[in-house]
């Protein structure tokens, strides 16, 4: 059995504001409990008969997670301008995916740096659904036939991931009470419950069916500013809706990710 876990960071315990991931200091701790949540998955898998497991850091620089403190059972996908982005590592070979540290989409009431993504994002759907980087990073996981078996993250981020794939299994590690804030599970109690969760969600692997479209993708994104949609707009390909809203169709979930993130390249090059 082959396992891919894609590994974000503001859904780790103790993490609840940016600077948690940025600042001297809480920088090593923020990505030495990502390691440490990343590897209770990868014990977890390995405890339910996982052969094959890999690890994609998916945060930021993609370059967070230890690799000497790593479980020496995992490969690391590590670094960006990635063709698959968080979830660099999904083929049709792998059997289940896990995501770990995951947060909930832009907009979300008492969850812990919700967003969608990048600053540039307010909302994001496929096929008229609204996602967050739960529901979009589903959808690419299925375009290859892998189920999302497994979620960890804040009382908001598994709310959503319950909502958006039936059958998951999730972990809630923290509880926020706004955007900056948490009641955090103990470390080593988050990486028992994922440690747990993980071997008790492969164990019921048919439970959960990968999450596949009718048709091809059509992604519509809300932008934050008009400057941001005008040059995304500029794009081939890309329509523009309103003041705030590009959408493009594409052939399916893998290439309507590379699109995604050149909507992202695009919009960030904005002033205002």
């Known amino acids: 059995m082959h396992v891919f876990i894609s590994v974000d960071i503001e859904g780790i315990t103790d993490v609840t504001w940016w600077w948690d991931e940025k600042e001297k200091g809480r920088e090593e701790v923020a990505c030495r409990r990502m390691t440490a949540e990343a590897n209770a998955a990868v014990e977890g898998a390995l405890a339910a008969g996982a052969r094959k497991i890999t690890v994609a850091d998916s945060h930021g620089s993609m370059r967070n997670i230890l690799p000497e403190l790593l479980h020496p059972a995992a490969t690391l996908v590590r670094g960006q301008s990635r063709p698959l982005g968080m979830m660099q590592g999904v083929d049709r070979k792998v059997d289940a995916a896990m995501l770990i540290g995951y947060h909930a989409m832009a907009g979300t009431k008492n969850a812990t740096l919700a967003h969608t993504y990048t600053g540039q994002v307010h909302r994001l759907w496929v096929n008229g659904v609204e996602v967050g980087e739960i529901g979009f990073n589903a959808?690419?996981?299925?375009?290859?036939?892998?189920?999302?078996?497994?979620?960890?993250?804040?009382?908001a981020a598994c709310r959503e991931a319950e909502r958006a794939i039936p059958g998951i299994t999730t972990v809630q590690v923290k509880d926020a009470m706004g955007y900056i804030n948490a009641a955090n599970d103990h470390p080593e109690t988050a990486q028992a419950k994922i440690r747990k969760a993980a071997t008790a969600a492969l164990g019921n692997l048919k439970a959960v069916k990968p999450l596949t479209l009718k048709g091809a993708p059509r992604v519509r994104v809300e932008l934050r500013t008009v400057q941001q949609a005008d040059l995304a707009a500029l794009a081939p390909g890309i329509s523009r809706l309103d003041g705030y809203t590009v959408e493009y169709k594409a052939q399916d979930m893998a290439e309507a990710h590379k699109t995604l993130r050149a909507i992202f390249t695009l919009a960030r090059a904005a002033k205002w």
């Open 139 to 155: 959808r690419v996981a299925g375009r290859f036939g892998v189920p999302v078996v497994l979620l960890s993250g804040d009382a």
